[in-house]
């Protein structure tokens, strides 16, 4: 009895997540030993190497697939894939967090311990097969990120976005458990397979409350995602976010969110797919516009940058809502290429911005006549706008591209033309920062120092070149990110 | 499988990252590298004159290879009648706007890093038969050009380089949708979907309901960039902002990237949506011929007045696409390379006086026939040239289209003749405004006369402007039976 529990645990197939929570704990030991001022920088190196470490491990051992934990998670490709994506993007954030710790006051070595621990409820969130799972996943992810966004407790924006972000997740929260009660109700269980089994035998039958759980489900994913009009919380939290933070939320989590999202809906509520589509739809629409005419508005590019992601998550509706294998491959695809993308700019967004106040920072004419002083990181920038706006030769091109493609192979073509609009709409709020940084001169009266570190400037190279190699050779990744939707018909 | 025209395409790129190399400061050394570029890859490109069957409408030196063989992407190039005039032009104007470049100071290096990127764009372009390659080709070459209006060009540069962008961003993502929907809907035996633009060709049938939007899509995008009327507010502002090399190019090969889009991907895959259009397509296009001719008199500036001329010329080009017979469709091909020379050399002209004035309004000049005269009499031939004398290009293309025209539609032909007279009145009257009379300015009486570096830019063009004038055969045999074949296609 006891043996086959421990058989069934296949605890080695949790290695990397294991090892994360060891190099959690070290991380916070370090705190402790080394003396106070010195610790944060222990605390990064000692994370950057076990970062390193998670992700070789998920590499090397990629081909012990299965469940685990009697079911409860479930280790294949598209684990793989979102552990390697996840880890890579805190591990990008991590490196480079030190110098701005340092500017902004918040030397605390919980800020990357925070981080490591909403790195490892989003890996729970991508492996979960069951329910619970995925909803304990949020739920260290989420409160992890509460705290994080609070972190610059001196200021009053932080303040503001932690709360309303926690508040608002709260009501998530909320949302999700009901909705796996109700679920639960109908079905049995919370187990995403047994929960397909069931509603395949319903057939035309399923019964109404089923429809309500997996709507309240949606909604939770729809909150954490960011998609409109569950968005409320974003503006807030992003802005008031420390930014290397606001860099990381607008990706990863994200990211990790989109991850159980498709495995929630494309293998637990599957047989429900179409009766999703019109409200997908709406939602796509109604979020890639109302970002981008957010982001329009902006004068701050760290707030541009920010409402611009969510007409990114728009984007990534409209492939969700096809339903399909490709759909999916094309949201993994795009979650790679924003994440360097975005995380790039932010960096060049922090090294730029001439006032250590956020509140007042990040302006556009920052980067007047950019080209003239850093020539190197404004043609880095342009480089990652361009991607951003996506056009060719980018990953952020291929990216749209593909979702795009996605869409009209699903007969989605009214969506696709509302989307590519979009996209050209968006080309405004980029392109006005490739015009501050190339067509302006520059004005040495008002412009401030830039800090820039070895750090960012390598992380940012890093970046661009990712970018460049998968616009022009996207087909590794192509194949990567399609063999990882393979499980999903 | 040969290489040559990758080797044409890629040659100016090459030749940007050499300079990259070379230290900002040496200026004399940039311009002889970017001049030696454009100068090998017009050497190299020459002999493809010679080399390609014009009695075969088939593309040829096709190269092919896998490119993300996961999405059915292959890089896909060829070359046939109707390219080879177009490839051809945009090589030979490279070296000549290097020697219009004459003027630029200002970050040398970067600028002529961003003239041959856009030349390997163009190039591309023209060469593509992957739809998807088209289209890779087709954007990449705006980051180029929006930097050379935006970062070289006149005190409005901004305006008018995000003017630019956004118009040829919306029409081309249009494109990409139709191009999407063309991928899936296609099934090539033994192949399955396909971007492959001969593929394509061979099998495919779209349904006529189908045929109407993908050509409405694809139209849009080519008709922002001819610029057919009303799509044309972008050019002025463009032209007028870019530096004078920019608008060369600009005149001289982009706007032809959208008739070409017509004539190679917008009219034969969407032979239904031709038809149904055609009416509108040759309205909009009498209208561009007149509208153009018409704003074109009252212009107080040299520079705005030749681009909005542009406007009426490209109209020419649509009509005779539109009316769909040989002749019509061999004067808009050959129309298209005159436009490139013609209004190409308009520009340059405009250029050498700006250079030294800095004005461009007509009423700071007058008379400076006295002060110029070599000046004044290629300004004057190629004025005629653009207004379809005979024995010079113009006349040729614009005859040619005209009776044409005149078989399908003797309506739209008398009207769009009246564009030929709009063009007397306002080249004429520029003219006589600007070198005849007494030379009433002073700021012009120290004006100097054409410089080495101008002859140089000048003279070639000049050649061709006889040389289609006199012996159009030379040209229009290239293309004649790509252009049956092109009817065949069309015309059910």
Known sequence: MFDTLIANMQIARVLPEILLLIVAFLAILTDVILPRGRSTRGVQIVSVLGLLAVIAVSIFRRHDTGAAFSGMVVIDGYTTFFRVLLSALTLLVISVSERYLEVTRIRIAEYYLMLLFALFGMLLMVMGQDLLIVFLGIETMSISLYALVGISRHKHASNEGALKYFLLGAFTTAFFLYGIALTFGVTGSTNILDITLFLRNAGADTPIIAWAGAGLILIAFAFKAALVPFHWWSPDAYEGAPTTITAFMSTAPKAAAFAAFIRVFYTGFETMADGWTTILWWMAVVTMTFGNLLALRQDSVKRMLAFSSITHAGYLVVAFLTFGQQGAASILFYLVAYGIMNVGAFLVAIAVNRNEDDEKGYHFDDYRGLVFRRPGMAIGMLILMLSLAGIPPTAGFFGKYYIFSSAVNAGFVGLAVIGVLNSAVSVFYYLRLIVNMFLKDRDEATEGRIFWTGEMAQVVLVCVILVLLIGLFPDTLLTAAMGSVAMFQ | ?492
């Open chain 2, 1 to 492: 499988m040969s290489l040559w025209l990758s080797t044409v395409v890629f040659i100016p790129l090459l030749g940007s990252l050499l300079l990259l190399a070379v230290p900002g400061s040496r200026k004399g050394v940039i311009r002889g590298v970017a001049l030696a570029v454009m100068v090998i890859d017009f050497l190299v490109s020459l002999p493809l004159f010679w080399a390609v069957d014009a009695t075969s409408s088939a593309f040829q030196f096709i190269e092919k290879a896998a490119w993300i063989p996961s999405l059915g992407i292959s890089y896909h190039l060829g070359i046939d009648g109707i390219s080879l005039l177009l490839v051809l032009l945009t090589t030979f104007l490279g070296p000549i706007v290097v020697f219009g470049s004459s003027g630029v100071t200002k970050h040398l290096k970067a600028y002529f890093v961003a003239m041959l990127t856009l030349q390997t764009g163009m190039l591309g372009t023209f060469l593509s038969l992957d739809l998807f390659l088209f289209y890779i080709f087709w954007e990449v070459m705006l980051i180029p050009m929006y930097f050379l209006i935006g970062i070289w060009g006149g005190t409005e540069r901004i305006y008018a380089a995000l003017k630019f962008f956004i118009y040829t961003m919306v029409g081309s993502l249009l494109m990409l949708v139709g191009i999407l929907w063309i991928y899936f809907n296609v099934h090539i035996p033994g192949i399955g979907h396909s971007f492959d633009y001969t593929l394509i060709m061979r099998h495919a049938q779209f349904p006529a309901q189908a045929q109407l939007w993908l050509f409405a899509a694809f139209a849009l995008a080519f008709a922002i960039k001819v610029p057919m009327f009303p799509f044309h507010t972008w050019l002025p502002d463009a032209h007028v902002q870019a530096p004078t090399a920019g608008s060369v190019i600009l005149a001289g090969v982009l706007l032809k990237m959208g008739t070409y889009g017509f004539i190679r991907f917008a009219m034969p895959m969407f032979p239904e949506g031709v038809e149904y259009f055609k009416p509108l397509m040759l309205t909009l296009a009498v209208i561009g011929i007149v509208y153009g001719g018409l704003v074109s008199i009252v212009q107080p500036d040299m520079k705005k007045l030749v681009a909005y001329s542009s406007v009426s010329h490209l109209g020419f080009v649509m009509l005779g696409l539109f009316a769909l017979n040989s002749q019509a469709v061999s004067g808009a091909l050959i129309q298209m390379i005159n436009h490139g020379l013609s209004t190409g050399a308009l520009f340059l002209l405009v250029g050498v006086v700006y250079d030294r004035r800095h004005t461009r309004l007509i009423s700071e000049y007058g008379g400076i026939a006295k002060v110029m005269p070599w000046y004044t009499l290629i300004f004057t031939v190629v004025a005629l040239s653009s207004i379809g004398m005979p024995g010079l290009n113009g006349f040729v293309g614009e005859f040619l289209i005209l009776v044409g025209a005149y078989k399908a539609s003797p309506t739209a032909a008398i009207i769009s003749a009246t564009g030929v007279i709009l063009a007397a009145i306002y080249l004429l009257w520029m003219l006589r405004r600007v070198f005849y009379g007494p030379l009433t300015n002073k700021a012009n009486e120290s004006l100097t006369d054409l410089k080495p570096v101008e002859w140089a830019s000048l003279l070639p063009l000049l050649v061709f402007i006889v040389w289609i004038g006199v012996h159009p055969n030379t040209f229009l045999s290239k293309f004649a039976v790509s252009i049956e074949t092109f009817l065949t296609q069309v015309v059910r």
